[in-house]
């Protein structure tokens, strides 16, 4: 198995100065329930973070509480030095993070290349024709049927398209919320792929996964989240190397919840 | 009760303290529409169906009693009943079609019925004497004066409000309120959601004929005119005004509201806009109505114990309670045998089997979309399979429904806490109990006391298990104050008070903290010791295997292990599961 | 007979109108609103007064009608739909629309009186032209451009897009960047200025009459029902349906029953096709 890095990483402590995203003491609620008890924890620039947890742990609740889609209870969301604790997902998306929602929620009644223009909406209101090359370019899939209905895809192909309307609005942080869902290995290898190579390129990724071993293939640096709480924050290598995620998944041998 | 009586004694004594006749009339008319408004608010208040066309069988009951009596001569008392009982009936043809449909589309049926109805006085000009109208005869001696009439008049409203008050307050009521609020919890314990809501449809139909009959003889004239739509939209907002859920608000708002126009003359020009602004206040600021207010001031004058106190049960007390009320234990298992269930193109299980024992845990695990909640939907009835099949004590479930299988004894809890957040958490638990009571509507109205006493019964053994499950502290609090693990602690007690032979519990330990989980796994091997069986479907993988005696593991809709918590969680197929290849 | 017909068409017309005003405010706010077919009646009344009374150009009584159309959307928004909306209980907008739309009817009611009053000729033209007459013509002329002008808003511009976007996901439309409350609101504005202009175009066939607003809502949502909610074709279809079902019937057995047969229609759909004959099939949730 290729456990390869795409890039040596120095170790984190040393360059603190590189933080894009900064969320401290995250706090969400729904209702009467918390489900995020305080949680803290940075993305670099240039960084592929990987967020694990069971289900209901309440990653994708940290997520969508990042972009503005739920109101915070309490906590600061800093990013690129801007304050976006509590300001609507527009202003989210304006300032350079784009999440792709977890189960592939493209628009099925509307064609692949009007989909994709919906991801340029936030900073171009009429649609912005002249980022298509690129995506297509980078997602040749979505090319050969521009002009065909969402629903049409299959769900492997919307998954695609889901990653590329959020690439195409030109993003400094990329949030993936379980790209995987439901779908075949090929084609979710494919995605972390390209996740990897825009990483590459100078994009921030930061990816929640239930795949385990798939998602620390390409991490620099993982996070674990165990009932709305950071349990463990170490690099890929060293995660990679212990039993913590074994038992935090299936638990025994003295870890309590 | 004693409300009720007091207001009684009030009325019976109006015409001594006040000699106007013009009063005596109003407050006639009070009764007259309080008869039918009663009615409406077990439609509207309680079960939650939002009938704007009640003025339409207002209309036919007082044509009705006009012709009876007025042109065919019969007696009056006759053409009340016969009134009543058309009314009725026109209620079952009008809810028979319109009650399963959704909300604007029921409102719109009513609306359009009343507008029919309308259609109909004024062109069948033999019968109603189309728009010129009918005159309506009195009712004979002693109740042809104002006064006679009156009492005739707070009669009818006296029995109404105990007919209602009966309902309201006991099981059916719960289970009406259920309907409103939450309709998967009703049939989650078993209530007929359709038939109730239909039943206190014509219920209302009744006393829309019968009110309309006082009120056409108090009227002594109508006309197609006298019955306008806007009066429709009166009945309704007095109850919503008045507040749902309340027997005593709607009647305060149908007396404010009536006397209002009369005692404020600038109100009786803007008619109709003033309702409609009232009726937007109170939905904008006050939805569940101006008696909720007097209960949030009373509230603050009474002495709040508002510390939330940590949930510790009581076991010894709470395995008392389950076998209280548990019926013989079962012997027999609840299965899913190679059961596959399809939704389009997507197998969300593929040939699954699990067998659930009387007093056994039985954890479910997988990842996400595993089909974990697919097959305890399949288990408690809201999928069927598309192939294979699901029994209980060896006999197909097949078909039976949610309300069939909580009737045979399957209870379950939901992913998110599904509660009555405006009853008391006790009357939450005993709703559970539907199913040991089965009330019809009649005994229940009627107030037999067989019925009431059984509602006391199954009331203390609710707060057994509430004290069993740890909720003392919260046992006559309003049930949308609970805490998130308060919450849950609720639902299994009331699944327990369905006397269930299998509980299916759907990821309880979510959002819970450390203790309450501790607290969770104590409550369920209880359960266990009661012979009860229990299906645990959790995330929190290792709390399931601390609990549970057997554990099935799916991913992407395929059994891979069952057996043993050690050998499940030791096997190599579910690491790989759950860590990813 | 053409007669029968050309009138069925028109008053369909303008069901259809109404119809198509509940598709376009129901796609981003999931809300069906009673007070859709008060605005049509607003739009015939104050196009009415601006002509009539204040002796105005028939353009003019042509933007005073779209105006207070489009702002009583938008009041509806405000008012009935928005505060509501954030609590979680599923029926309160039914309340709180119905409560508007009362309340206008009878201020209507009282400031233009109770009596329909005639409604001005826009184009001139002899009262004996028959079925050429313009009371026809210009509500089905008015329905098939809305229904056109709507399918190309949806189909070619972007704003339209996100219309179709939001209605299908509004969660995901927000992560967009798409801010769905002010197309909510934009939503209502535009069926409200569409729904005046209906009322307008159709004044000379309903008079302006302040009662106008209820009936409008009822049919206008049987229409709607009946060719299916969410499909703007069903929409037409649904109304021209229903508009030739009353002028026949009232032809055939005269016109006293027109809101029976009208709802006689609604339940043999419904009964036969619940969701219409051009709606989504319910989607089953997994």
């Known amino acids: ?257 | 009760m004693l409300a009720l009586g007091a207001a009684a004694l009030l009325a019976a004594g109006l015409p001594f303290w006040s000699t106007d006749q013009y009063q005596v009339h109003l407050a006639s008319l009070i009764c007259c529409y309080w008869v039918l408004i009663a009615g409406l608010n077990l439609v509207v208040g309680y079960s939650g169906q939002l009938s704007i066309g009640h003025v339409g069988l207002l209309s036919i009951g007082a044509y009705t009693f006009a012709i009876l009596s007025g042109k065919w001569g019969l007696p009056p008392f006759v053409s009340v009943g016969v009134a009543g009982a058309l009314c009725g009936f026109c209620g079952l043809l009008l809810g028979l079609p319109s009650l399963r449909l959704p909300g604007f589309y029921f409102a719109m049926a009513t609306m359009a019925f009343a507008l029919i109805v309308g259609e109909f006085a004024l062109a069948q000009g033999d019968l109603t004497g189309g728009g010129v109208g009918l005159p309506v005869p009195s009712f004979p001696a002693p109740f042809d004066t104002p006064v006679g009439f009156y009492y005739l008049a707070v009669l009818g409203a006296v029995v109404v409000s105990v007919l209602t008050w009966n309902v309201a307050r006991q099981m059916y009521g719960r289970g009406l309120i259920a309907i409103r609020d939450n309709p998967v919890t009703a049939q989650a314990v078993g209530v007929p959601v359709f038939r109730a809501k239909l039943t206190t449809f014509v219920f209302s139909g009744m006393t829309a004929g019968v009110g309309g009959a006082l009120f056409g003889s108090l009227q002594s004239y109508i006309t197609p005119d006298t019955f306008h739509f806007e009066l429709s939209l009166f009945f309704f907002v007095c109850i919503i005004i008045g507040g749902r859920g309340s027997i005593v608000g709607p009647f305060l708002g149908v007396a404010v509201l009536t006397a209002l126009p009369e005692v404020v003359a600038p109100l009786a020009k803007l008619g109709n806009f003033f309702y409609g602004l009232l009726l937007l206040l109170v939905v904008l600021v006050v939805p569940e109505g101006i008696g909720r207010v007097f209960e949030l001031i009373a509230q603050r004058l009474r002495p709040r114990n508002s510390a939330s106190v940590p949930v510790a049960p009581d076991l010894p007390r709470l395995a008392k309670a389950i076998a209280a009320i548990r019926a013989v234990p079962g012997e027999h298992p609840l299965s899913a045998r190679v059961v596959t269930k399809q939704f389009g193109a997507v197998v969300a299980l593929d040939q699954v089997s699990l067998e659930l024992r009387p007093g056994e845990i039985h954890g479910l695990i997988g990842p996400n979309g595993s089909g974990k909640t697919t097959l305890l939907n399949l288990l408690s009835g809201y999928y069927q399979p598309s192939s294979g099949a699901i029994q209980l004590r060896g006999e197909e479930l097949g078909q039976a429904s949610v309300r069939r299988r909580a009737q045979l004894g399957v209870a379950r809890t939901f992913q998110k806490p599904r509660l009555l957040g405006t009853l008391s958490v006790l009357n939450n638990v005993v709703l559970g109990a539907w199913t040991h009571v089965e009330p019809g509507f009649l005994s229940t109205a009627l107030g037999l006391p067989r019925v009431a006493r059984l509602d006391r019964v199954l009331t203390d053994q609710a707060a057994e298990l509430l004290h069993g499950v740890g909720l003392s502290h919260a046992i006559e609090r309003r049930a949308n104050l609970l805490e998130h693990a308060e919450q849950r602690f609720l639902e299994i007690a009331r699944g327990l008070a369905m006397r269930p032979s299998f509980i299916l519990l759907d990821e309880p330990a979510g959002g819970l903290s450390n203790d309450e989980i501790e607290h969770l796994g104590d409550i369920i091997r209880t359960i266990r010791e009661a012979g009860i069986g229990v299906l645990l479907v959790e995330h929190h993988t290792d709390f399931v295997f601390r609990v549970c005696d057997r554990v099935t593991t799916l991913d992407v809709g395929r059994m891979i292990r069952h057996g043993h918590p050690e050998d499940v969680r030791t096997d190599p197929e579910v690491i790989r599961v759950y860590l990813g290849a | 007979m053409w007669m029968v017909i050309v009138s069925g068409l028109a008053i369909g017309a303008l069901f259809a109108a109404t119809a198509l005003s509940y598709n376009v405010m129901y796609s981003t706010s999931k809300v069906l609103s009673v007070t859709t077919g008060h605005i049509a009646m607003l739009g015939g009344v104050f196009g009415a007064y601006a002509i009539t009374a204040l002796g105005q150009p028939w353009w003019l009584g042509l933007i005073a009608a779209i105006v207070v159309g489009g702002l009583f959307g938008w009041l509806t928004d405000v008012i009935a739909i928005r505060r509501v909306l954030a609590r979680s209980d599923e029926h309160l907008w039914l309340l709180s629309t119905l409560a508007l739309a009362t309340m206008v009817q009878q201020a209507v009611g009282l400031w233009w009186g109770t009596e329909p009053k005639p409604f001005p000729r826009l184009i001139p033209q002899d009262f004996s032209a028959g079925i050429a007459d313009q009371k026809f013509w210009l509500p089905i002329a008015l329905a098939g451009v809305m229904a056109l002008g709507l399918e190309f808003f949806y189909r070619r511009t972007m704003y339209g897009k996100l219309f179709l976007a939001m209605s299908e996901d509004a969660f995901a439309a927000r992560a967009r960047g798409v801010s769905t409350d002010r197309i909510r609101v934009a939503s209502y504005v535009i069926a409200g200025a569409l729904g005046g202009l209906a009322g307008f175009a159709a004044g000379q066939l309903t008079f302006a009459y302040f009662a106008l607003g209820l009936t409008l809502t009822l049919n206008g949502f049987i229409a709607l029902a009946v060719g299916g909610l969410g499909s703007n074709l069903g929409a037409l279809i649904g109304g021209l349906t229903l508009g030739l079902l009353n002028t026949f019937a009232s032809y055939l057995f005269g016109g006293e029953y027109q809101q029976t047969i009208a709802v006689g229609l609604l339940m043999v759909v419904l009964l036969v096709r619940p969701e219409g004959l051009l709606g989504a099939q319910q989607i089953r949730p997994v």
Not at chain 1, 34 to 46: I, K, P, Q, T, W
Not at chain 1, 170 to 181: A, H, K, R, W
């Open chain 1, 1 to 257: 198995m290729d456990m390869a890095q795409s890039r040596s990483y120095p170790p984190r402590s040393e360059r603190p100065s590189e933080r894009l995203l900064e969320v401290r003491d995250l706090r969400v609620a729904y209702g009467k329930a918390e489900v995020v008890h305080g949680v803290s924890f940075d993305v670099r620039a240039g960084e592929f973070v990987v967020m694990l947890g069971r289900n209901g742990a309440g990653k994708s609740t940290i997520l969508h509480a990042i972009s503005g889609l739920v109101p915070k209870r309490d906590g600061t969301v800093l990013f690129a030095g801007k304050d976006l604790s509590r300001v609507p997902p527009r202003e989210t998306v304006l300032a350079g993070i784009v999440q792709v929602l977890e189960g592939h929620r493209i628009f099925q009644t509307l064609t692949v290349e009007d989909n994709l223009l919906i991801g340029t909406y936030a900073r171009a209101p009429r649609g912005d024709r002249s980022k298509l090359d690129r995506v297509y370019a980078m997602f040749p899939e979505m090319a050969e049927r521009r002009h065909q209905l969402a629903s049409r895809l299959s769900g492997g192909q919307q998954q695609i398209l889901a990653v590329a309307q959020g690439v195409i609005g030109d993003p400094q942080l990329l949030i993936l919320d379980e790209p995987s869902g439901g779908l075949a290995p090929l084609v979710i290898d494919r995605i972390l792929e390209v996740a990897a190579q825009l990483c590459a390129a100078g994009l921030a990724i930061l990816l929640v996964e239930q795949l385990v071993e798939k998602a620390l293939r390409h991490a620099n640096f993982v996070y674990l989240i165990e009932t709305g709480r950071v349990a463990a924050a170490d690099t890929a290598d060293a995660m990679r190397e212990g039993d913590l995620v074994r038992r935090v998944y299936l638990g025994g041998g003295g870890h309590d919840s």
